[in-house]
């Protein structure tokens, strides 16, 4: 397989101009950054749309097995501050308007859901901070690697409001009863307490051992057949919503697909003939 280096070659149809995120495409893995350092990278409206963008087209560039994986990084030493405040008081609050706010909470859900539901790996790195709507985006994630110094809170309800569409996500991530207590009291915490909480799957000390296990968390992903990663997050998904009888049928359809798939002809046949199979990279 060819790797790309040249972001511009990232393969997406009908992708708009970017002004909140930046884009980083090498050895078929996309970094995102979240590009607004002068509001902590808070998630406001275009940001919203353009990272729901972003994710939709990807959905659509899985075929093409060129971007294997994906991250989410914050510019200027911050994950995410959440929503943005001044963008609800001055553009929600000031007018009232009950269609214009179920339309941001509903805009949020697209967003989560379509990180949560991503054919790629999806990993989410936390310098600074992740609070209240930026802490529920990470937990869309397949994995999280943090800084132990990292800060955390889901702080809604410190303000007024209710943590209306990461709920969902963050009790999946933390279980029901450590999500219930850190939703109801806004709790602070860091990332030494994260990992212990099970939201951080990794932890950093600095700078250059949180890369390091940046590249070993990519090394173990390409190495691993893309559209395999695709069906198994497909059928954690399925059968998470599922009765026992539907998901015998979800996993076994699943299953049928996997055993005809070129990838898994391949990956059988590397096993036997000892030498890696074609999608393997090795990142730099």
Same mark, same amino acid.
């Given at each position: 397989?060819?790797?790309?280096?040249?972001?511009? =070659?990232?393969?997406?149809?009908?992708?708009?101009?970017? &002004? #909140?995120?930046?884009?980083?495409? =090498?050895? !078929?893995?996309?970094?995102?950054?979240? %590009?607004?350092?002068?509001?902590? !990278?808070?998630?406001?409206?275009?940001?919203? @749309?353009?990272?729901?963008?972003?994710?939709?087209?990807?959905?659509?560039?899985? %075929?093409a097995r060129l971007?294997?994986?994906?991250?989410?990084?914050?510019?200027?030493?911050?994950?995410?501050?959440?929503?943005?405040?001044?963008?609800?008081?001055?553009?929600?609050?000031?007018?009232?308007?009950?269609? /214009?706010?179920?339309?941001?909470? +509903?805009?949020?859900?697209?967003?989560f859901h379509s990180?949560?539901?991503?054919?790629?790996?999806?990993?989410?790195?936390?310098?600074?901070?992740?609070?209240?709507? $930026?802490?529920?985006?990470?937990?869309?994630?397949?994995?999280?690697?943090?800084?132990?110094?990292? =800060?955390?809170?889901? &702080? @809604?309800?410190?303000?007024?409001?209710?943590?209306?569409?990461?709920?969902?996500?963050?009790? #999946?991530?933390?279980?029901?009863?450590?999500?219930?207590?850190?939703?109801? &009291? $806004?709790?602070?915490? *860091?990332?030494?307490?994260?990992?212990?909480?099970?939201?951080?799957?990794?932890? /950093?000390?600095?700078?250059? @051992?949180? @890369?390091?296990?940046?590249?070993?968390? =990519?090394?173990?992903?390409?190495?691993?057949?893309?559209?395999?990663?695709?069906?198994?997050? *497909?059928?954690?998904?399925?059968?998470?919503?599922?009765?026992?009888?539907?998901?015998?049928?979800?996993?076994?359809? +699943?299953?049928?697909?996997?055993?005809?798939?070129?990838?898994?002809?391949?990956?059988?046949?590397?096993?036997?003939? #000892?030498?890696?199979? !074609?999608?393997?990279? *090795?990142?730099?």
């Amino acid at each position: 397989m060819t790797n790309r280096t040249d972001k511009t =070659k990232l393969p997406l149809h009908n992708l708009p101009s970017l &002004t #909140k995120l930046d884009l980083e495409f =090498k050895q !078929n893995w996309l970094t995102i950054w979240l %590009n607004q350092p002068e509001t902590r !990278n808070a998630l406001d409206e275009l940001m919203l @749309e353009e990272l729901t963008h972003l994710f939709h087209s990807l959905r659509e560039a899985q %075929n093409a097995r060129l971007v294997r994986g994906i991250s989410l990084r914050g510019r200027g030493g911050v994950f995410c501050a959440g929503g943005n405040l001044k963008f609800f008081q001055t553009e929600l609050q000031a007018t009232g308007d009950k269609q /214009a706010i179920i339309a941001v909470s +509903n805009a949020l859900a697209e967003l989560f859901h379509s990180v949560h539901t991503a054919p790629q790996f999806t990993l989410v790195l936390i310098e600074g901070a992740a609070m209240a709507g $930026g802490f529920g985006l990470a937990c869309c994630a397949d994995m999280v690697l943090c800084m132990a110094d990292a =800060k955390f809170a889901m &702080t @809604e309800t410190r303000i007024g409001l209710s943590p209306a569409q990461i709920a969902p996500y963050v009790i #999946k991530k933390l279980g029901y009863a450590q999500a219930r207590r850190l939703l109801l &009291t $806004g709790a602070r915490f *860091d990332g030494t307490q994260a990992q212990t909480l099970g939201f951080a799957d990794f932890i /950093a000390t600095d700078i250059s @051992e949180f @890369e390091k296990i940046e590249k070993n968390i =990519k090394a173990q992903v390409l190495a691993c057949a893309p559209q395999a990663i695709a069906a198994t997050k *497909d059928l954690l998904y399925q059968t998470a919503h599922a009765d026992m009888q539907q998901a015998r049928a979800i996993a076994a359809e +699943n299953f049928y697909h996997r055993m005809t798939s070129d990838e898994s002809r391949e990956g059988i046949a590397a096993f036997f003939e #000892k030498r890696k199979p !074609n999608w393997t990279i *090795d990142p730099e």
